[in-house]
Structure formats: C-alpha cells, structure tokens
C-alpha cells in the first residue's frame, strides 16, 4: 500500500496534478500512512512544495505538528517518526517558491535546532532562499559556514550572485570553484551577455569547450546566442551555428534552432536566417515562423515577411501578439499601410486579439510615416485610456513637423500636455513647427510656457 501511494504521489509531483495530491493527502490521513510514514509525508510535502500553493507545505507541517502532539498525549504505544533533513529541506523550499522568507528562516531555524545545521541539503535549500530574496549577506554566511559543499551549493550561490548584479564576485567564486559543470558554466556566461559583455561571454564559452572539454547543452547555446547577436559577426555566428548543429542540439531543441534565426537575421545575413528556416521543414513552431517574420521586418523585406505570415496561417498555426506586432512592423517598414490595417482586422475580428499600446504604436508609425496623418490621429484616439501612452503621440507630433502639418501639431500637442508636460523635447518641437510656419509670436509664447513649467531638455549626444 505505502508503494502504491509514495508512486501515486510522486507523479502527481512531476505531472503537477495537484487535485490527485490533494486526493492522495486525504488518504493518507484516512488509512493513518500520513502519521506512520515520514517517506510519504516527505513526498506529499516536496508535491506542494513545487506545486502552485506551495502553503498547503506550511498546512501539511502543521497538522502532523497537531497530530503528533494528539498522540504523544494519548496512550497511543504508536512510534512516531520524526522530522528529517528532507523535510526542512521541503519546508524551506516552499517558502522560497511562496516568497516568504520569515517562514523560512523559522523551519532553517528549526532544522538547526535539532541538529541539521551542517547538512548539505538542508543548508543549500537555505543559500537558495537567501539568495532568491536578495538577501546576499545571509546567503554568503550560510554558504561560508557549510562545512561540506557540493557543486549545487556553489551553482546557487553563483547563479544568485549574478541574478542580483554581483557579477564580480560570482566570477571570484567561480575561477575559486573546485569542479565546475555545465550548470556553472552556463550560468556565467548568461551572467557576463545579460549586462552585454558579449566578448567575455564567448571567450568564456570558448574556454569550456576547448580548455576543459566541457560538452554545453541547449541551455548553453540559447545564453550564449544573444552575446553573438550583440556581436554582429558572421564568423562566429556560423561556427556556433556548425557546433550546435554538429553536437545534436538543433535537432534536439527547437528552441535552439529558433535562436539560430534570429542570430543569422542580428547580424546581417537575412539570406542565411531564410535558408535555415526553409531547412528546418516540418519542424518549426510558432517561434520559428514569427522569428524569421521579425528578420525579414528588420531587413525591410516587408512582402516576403506578409508571405511568411500567409505560409504560416496555410500551415496551420495561429498568430499570437508577438507575430502580429512582427507583421506591423513588416508593413511599416516596407510602406504596406493598406495590408497593416487588414492586419489589424484580422488579429481582432478573425483572433480575437485585442491590440496592446506596442501595436497601436506600430500602426500609428506605420500610417504617419505616409503622411496619413488624419488616419493615424484617428487610430491613437482609439486607444483605450488604461493603456494610452505618451509615445505614441510624440511619434504622432513628428510625423506632422515632417509632414508640415500645424494645425494637427497643435491638437496632438494639447493631448501630450494632457498627459506629460514636464519634457521639454515636446515643446522645443512644437516651437520648431511654428517658426516653420513662419508663426514667430506663437513660437515664442511656447519657449516661455517651456521656461515657466521648468521643463527638461535632455542635452543630445554626438557620436563623433
């Protein structure tokens, strides 16, 4: 019976099934497994911890606390187990994954207590809690007192270090680290592109590959691709491209094919982001089908990205907000106004996709850029008020300095003022308008109004 409830929970665990948990909790305390067994309470305990109410782990403590003390208080002669590593080790992740760290450091507390401060579980559970918190000063004393350390500690702390900007120090750790894995390695590397050092992100790839021989995962690939992409060089994006390819990885993670795409598009090789993706034939997602669109929007082949689009529907798969944005960004850039509006049409009457301010934006551009100013003015008033936005507008103001269009410069500025006054950028443009417009006393009027409402200019900067 115990096997049967302990392979009960534990797919229940891995599934994320929490009604049968929650089930199988019920019968643990009907049949009494709950109260004999410190395997199973362990298990269902490790199920909430990783499930989306990882309370009930507190719940769960709490009633075999109750039941305990029920027992020990009767003439019960039942032995009763106790509380073992595992169980603080659970305890103390579910509060980790319910963001609460007072209760946290009540069980790591409690586990001290009863003689588990040097266990490695049950302290690696802590650093990860500290270090999940921020709270970087505990987390380094937790990991400073563990009398043994095995490689998960020093990756938490590591990983943790470089989660928070402590990118330095997790670089200390990490030359300082006995036996590094992938975990490690890939850790530091998306550690060093994420705040765009992409050189030492490739030099350290190229360090675990050729100098310790280490095999990276897909992980691996996907840290490292945008540090290539940040790069824009072809050469190095075809030799990763080859290693990936050579090690299985694009063959075994869609994901990393995606990402192959997307670098090739970075850095300048439409042609090649085209021919992988044609190769990947019945393979490609989603992903690959709106990523090869965005490439093709970058570059300005704005009627192969909409035949993209038109494939990809064909094909079966339905849009979502990201490829939409993708294909309005197509149609702006390759003048496709008439086709972004039938764009529009569809993603809301055909998918029922309300537009978010990052597609009102591309549309409102997509249709100023044209000089179909009425029509985009038209558009940015029908964005709903709880996601309006400034920048729209502005985009909107210049297209009429462009387009020498005053008396619209004047009702889109009155609406920016209705919304921001305080960036002067809005009111040195509007100046700018009238002088072109040969209205130098209503240009003056704005200078002051720009002085009188302490308005910042921010200074440009120059690349020469």
């Not at 009960?8 to 019968?27: D, E, G, K, W, Y």
């Not at 911890?49 to 003390?69: I, R």
């Not at 019960?76 to 760290?101: E, G, K, M, R, V």
């Not at 909409?306 to 294909?327: H, I, Q």
Request: charged share 20%.
């Amino acid at each position: 019976m115990e096997r049967f409830l302990y392979s009960l929970l534990t797919n229940a665990a891995s599934s994320n099934l929490v009604a049968i948990t929650q089930q199988t909790h019920s019968l643990l305390l009907t049949t009494g497994h709950l109260i004999r067994s410190i395997r199973l309470f362990n298990t269902l305990l490790r199920s909430y911890s990783l499930s989306g109410s990882p309370q009930k782990a507190f719940s769960l403590y709490n009633q075999l606390q109750s039941l305990y003390c029920f027992h020990s208080s009767s003439s019960s002669s039942l032995q009763l187990p106790s509380f073992d590593s595992f169980s603080y080790t659970f305890l103390i992740n579910a509060a980790t994954h319910a963001s609460s760290l007072p209760i946290g450091t009540q069980f790591q507390g409690r586990g001290i207590k009863v003689g588990f401060h040097s266990h490695v579980y049950v302290q690696t559970a802590a650093l990860n809690m500290y270090t999940a918190a921020g709270v970087l000063s505990d987390a380094l004393q937790v990991f400073d007192e563990m009398p043994d350390r095995n490689s998960v500690s020093w990756n938490v702390l590591i990983t943790g270090l470089v989660r928070w900007g402590e990118l330095e120090y997790a670089r200390s750790l990490f030359d300082e680290m006995p036996e590094k894995n992938v975990v490690t390695w890939t850790g530091m590397i998306d550690g060093h592109v994420r705040i765009g050092r992409f050189g030492e992100g490739l030099s350290l790839f190229q360090r675990m590959v050729c100098c310790e021989n280490m095999k990276p995962s897909e992980i691996t690939i996907l840290a490292l691709m945008p540090a290539v992409s940040g790069l824009k060089d072809m050469r190095v994006c075809r030799l990763v491209h080859c290693y990936a390819e050579k090690r299985g990885l694009i063959a075994f993670d869609i994901r990393v094919a995606n990402s192959v795409i997307d670098t090739y598009a970075k850095c300048g090789c439409i042609e090649s982001a085209s021919r992988f993706f044609e190769d990947l034939m019945e393979r490609k997602n989603l992903v690959s089908w709106t990523t090869i669109i965005t490439g093709l929007a970058m570059h300005g082949f704005g009627e192969e990205a909409v035949e993209r689009f038109d494939r990809m529907e064909k094909a079966g798969w339905k849009p979502n907000r990201v490829t939409f944005l993708s294909v309005f960004n197509a149609c702006s850039h390759g003048g496709l106004v008439d086709q972004g509006l039938k764009f529009l049409e569809k993603m809301v009457n055909e998918y029922q996709i309300l537009p978010d301010i990052k597609h009102y934006g591309c549309l409102v551009d997509m249709l100023a850029r044209l000089g179909r100013l009425e029509e985009a003015e038209n558009l940015a008033l029908e964005i709903p008020t709880e996601i309006a936005n400034v920048v729209v507008w502005r985009t909107l103001l210049g297209a009429c300095s462009f387009h020498d269009n005053v008396e619209m410069a004047e009702r889109v500025t009155r609406k920016i003022m209705e919304m921001e006054r305080g960036y002067g950028g809005d009111y040195v443009l509007m100046h700018n308008i009238f002088v072109g417009a040969g209205r130098f006393g209503d240009a003056e009027k704005f200078r002051k109004l720009m002085h009188q409402r302490n308005a910042i200019k921010l200074p440009g900067q120059s690349a020469i």
